[in-house]
């Protein structure tokens, strides 16, 4: 097939390579309209210094259409490039189980939701440091709980802005009503007012344009509970970037771990899919990472892309090998090394 479609794969550092390479190999059998652009894995990249590194990155996600990617510990650039320079707001993460999938839950088949995560403000802009110069500047007044000796601790600053939630309001809210389902928002609304409450009023506010969309709230550690308890209750999950980088850690666990969560970060023009389980530098070299995450990543990069029907068959060869069970990777309670798992997801194709 005549490739129309440039993907810029970035394999990234420690064990990450090792799934990305066997995803690509799954890939490879799809005969996709895809030309392949890969970056050098970490190990490769740390020959050059760190401007080197970024401008041979960069120049290869400005040239593509979308990005695949590993996960960095620092070694391989592009995720900060990604995300804020190319201002991919809306990070997306399913917690679906399927059967075969090592769940730690008695009952988990009901588990099927979409967490999107605010991906650019909250506690992550990067505004901190010493506590004094919070109080020299003067703003903490007579409503601030300081604790004794806050002068000599330290702070960091968690911003929202109205303009950074209703976008990602308006992407949950068009999630929500493309799942024919209702959406649900959380943040810490009884303690932080000025932030966590005003982002929970916004997104109803933006709700409101979407008719027939049912839209609730909950705080959110009674929502880390309901995520256990009751996840059937949930279908599209909207938080600000802190919480939605915990919770969708701890959806990944009532599923069967992180091995199996993948994720997309998207924008107005860019958009880009990566597995959420990090590098695992303490399995790195021994070939048993289990490439699912980075899978369903690309599965959800086909769909960005409207290659549905490559999608699709991706989707059932991943269920059919978790079906079966004989051909499972060690989180998931079997003895298969990676490329053995991979080539169980090529036959099954």
Same mark, same amino acid.
């Given at each position: 097939?005549?490739?129309?479609?440039?993907?810029?794969?970035?394999?990234?550092?420690?064990?990450?390579?090792?799934?990305?390479?066997?995803?690509?190999?799954v890939?490879?059998?799809?005969?996709?309209?895809?030309?392949?652009?890969?970056v050098?894995?970490?190990?490769?990249?740390?020959e050059?210094?760190?401007?080197e590194?970024?401008t041979?990155?960069?120049?290869?996600?400005?040239?593509?259409?979308?990005?695949?990617?590993?996960?960095?510990?620092?070694?391989t650039?592009?995720?900060?490039?990604?995300?804020?320079?190319?201002?991919t707001?809306?990070?997306?993460?399913?917690?679906?189980?399927?059967?075969?999938?090592?769940?730690?839950?008695?009952?988990?088949?009901?588990?099927?939701?979409?967490?999107?995560?605010?991906?650019?403000?909250?506690m992550?802009?990067?505004?901190?440091?010493?506590?004094?110069?919070?109080?020299?500047?003067?703003?903490?007044?007579?409503?601030?709980?300081?604790?004794?000796g806050a002068?000599?601790?330290?702070?960091?600053?968690k911003?929202?802005t109205?303009?950074?939630?209703?976008?990602?309001?308006?992407?949950?809210?068009?999630?929500?009503?493309?799942?024919?389902?209702?959406?649900?928002?959380?943040?810490?609304?009884?303690?932080?007012?000025?932030?966590?409450?005003?982002?929970?009023?916004?997104?109803?506010e933006v709700?409101?344009?979407?008719?027939?969309?049912?839209?609730?709230?909950?705080?959110v550690?009674?929502?880390?509970?309901?995520?256990?308890?009751?996840p059937?209750?949930?279908?599209?999950?909207?938080?600000p970037?802190?919480?939605g980088?915990?919770?969708?850690?701890?959806g990944?666990g009532?599923?069967g @771990?992180?091995? #199996?969560? &993948?994720?997309?970060?998207?924008?107005? +023009?860019?958009?880009? *899919?990566?597995? !959420?389980?990090g590098? /695992?530098?303490?399995i790195?070299?021994?070939?048993i990472?289990n490439?699912?995450?980075?899978?369903?990543?690309?599965?959800?990069m086909?769909?960005y892309?409207n290659?549905?029907g490559?999608?699709?068959?991706?989707?059932?060869?991943?269920?059919?090998?978790?079906?079966? @069970?004989?051909? #499972?990777? &060690?989180?998931?309670?079997?003895?298969? +090394?990676?490329?053995? *798992?991979?080539? !169980?997801?090529?036959g /099954?194709?």
């Amino acid at each position: 097939m005549t490739a129309s479609i440039r993907v810029c794969v970035i394999p990234g550092d420690d064990a990450a390579p090792e799934a990305m390479q066997a995803s690509l190999r799954v890939l490879d059998c799809l005969d996709l309209p895809i030309e392949w652009d890969c970056v050098p894995p970490g190990r490769d990249l740390s020959e050059l210094d760190l401007a080197e590194r970024e401008t041979l990155v960069h120049k290869q996600i400005d040239a593509a259409d979308t990005v695949l990617f590993g996960a960095t510990n620092g070694t391989t650039p592009g995720a900060r490039y990604m995300r804020w320079d190319k201002l991919t707001f809306a990070n997306v993460r399913p917690i679906q189980w399927r059967p075969g999938f090592h769940s730690p839950l008695k009952d988990p088949k009901e588990i099927d939701y979409v967490i999107v995560r605010e991906n650019l403000e909250d506690m992550y802009v990067g505004v901190m440091g010493e506590a004094k110069d919070l109080l020299n500047a003067g703003l903490a007044d007579a409503r601030s709980r300081l604790p004794v000796g806050a002068e000599d601790g330290r702070f960091a600053a968690k911003i929202i802005t109205r303009p950074g939630t209703e976008q990602v309001a308006r992407f949950a809210c068009e999630l929500a009503t493309q799942r024919n389902s209702k959406l649900t928002v959380s943040a810490k609304t009884n303690m932080l007012p000025a932030t966590d409450r005003w982002f929970c009023e916004i997104v109803r506010e933006v709700a409101q344009d979407y008719a027939g969309l049912e839209c609730e709230e909950f705080i959110v550690d009674d929502m880390a509970h309901r995520l256990v308890v009751r996840p059937q209750d949930i279908d599209v999950l909207l938080l600000p970037n802190l919480y939605g980088d915990v919770l969708s850690d701890l959806g990944a666990g009532t599923i069967g @771990g992180l091995g #199996l969560a &993948p994720s997309g970060c998207f924008g107005n +023009e860019f958009a880009y *899919f990566e597995s !959420a389980h990090g590098t /695992a530098p303490d399995i790195a070299g021994k070939g048993i990472i289990n490439p699912t995450a980075t899978l369903l990543s690309a599965e959800m990069m086909l769909r960005y892309l409207n290659l549905n029907g490559a999608a699709d068959r991706l989707n059932n060869a991943i269920g059919n090998v978790y079906l079966s @069970g004989s051909v #499972l990777t &060690p989180d998931q309670g079997g003895n298969a +090394e990676t490329e053995r *798992f991979a080539d !169980a997801i090529i036959g /099954a194709l």
